[in-house]
């Protein structure tokens, strides 16, 4: 409980966020910020993507391990201190966590960027970056390579979808408001568990969208759960988001989270 208030209170092309804005609270003290700076660059890791030299965040619980992992993907705004709350919030819950930066360093407070930041994504520079953070987490010594998942939010939600579609040893994948898949070929493809967590009022994302997604997984007789939240929209997990963050569904939401990860990635 303790480590989901953290989260709460820390806290293919894809559907963009609701939020207006990304209002990323940071202190007013410098020394504060400094040693904040100094624990994330501690944090960082780099890896190869294809012929590119890629940069994550990469927090691990304590321990040796060998740990459950987590690929967390961001949303369009690039990898943020929210994103970086909530991968501390999972290694504090036993997670090895690596959250990547599709942006090559890139973020932005500014919707209007983060669009133009979102379109400029390839395609297949994103699936090798998938493959890479997932050939990462299974070389490092103190991950379970048998025990590896991916989550992601909006813009992140849709590509933690494709993940499950493309990375075959995956097993669980929680995709919050992200695009879906219509075509059922494509559907076949996913290989893992699929928890897939939606609101009702996104105008971005139908509710008879995911219904007729969620009816597709089952004939397909994919294990998954879809939840359509009542009376939340686009982005409500993320606390800055002023307009449309949901305090108590947000609590909800991420104890399916917690006790899907658990059922599926960290009990062995």
Not at 94 to 101: M, N, P, Q, R
Not at 129 to 156: E, H, T
Not at 159 to 169: H, V
Request: aromatic content about 10%; glycine content about 6%.
């Amino acid at each position: 409980m303790k480590n989901l208030v953290i989260i709460i209170l820390s806290a293919f092309i894809f559907v963009s966020c609701n939020s207006k804005k990304d209002d990323t609270k940071v202190t007013d003290n410098k020394a504060a910020d400094e040693i904040a700076l100094q624990k994330e660059q501690q944090k960082t890791v780099k890896y190869v993507s294809g012929r590119d030299s890629v940069s994550a965040y990469f927090n691990l619980p304590s321990g040796d391990g060998p740990f459950p992992a987590l690929i967390i993907i961001h949303e369009w705004w690039g990898l943020n201190d929210w994103i970086r709350y909530n991968a501390d919030a999972f290694a504090n819950k036993g997670y090895a966590a690596l959250a990547i930066d599709l942006y090559r360093g890139k973020s932005t407070k500014n919707s209007d960027e983060a669009h133009e930041l979102m379109r400029g994504l390839p395609p297949d520079r994103v699936a090798k970056d998938l493959q890479a953070a997932y050939s990462f987490l299974q070389n490092n010594p103190k991950v379970d390579k048998s025990r590896i998942g991916v989550i992601g939010w909006c813009m992140g939600g849709g590509y933690a979808l494709q993940a499950a579609t493309i990375l075959a040893k995956l097993k669980a994948a929680v995709m919050n408001y992200g695009s879906l898949i219509s075509d059922p070929a494509n559907i076949k493809k996913i290989r893992c568990p699929l928890l897939g967590i939606f609101g009702e009022t996104d105008r971005g994302i139908p509710v008879m969208d995911v219904q007729n997604f969620e009816k597709t997984l089952k004939d397909s007789k994919k294990e998954s759960k879809i939840i359509i939240y009542r009376n939340v929209g686009h982005a409500f997990m993320n606390p800055n988001n002023k307009e449309g963050y949901n305090a108590e569904i947000t609590e909800r939401a991420w104890r399916e989270t917690f006790a899907f990860l658990e059922k599926h990635l960290l009990k062995k």
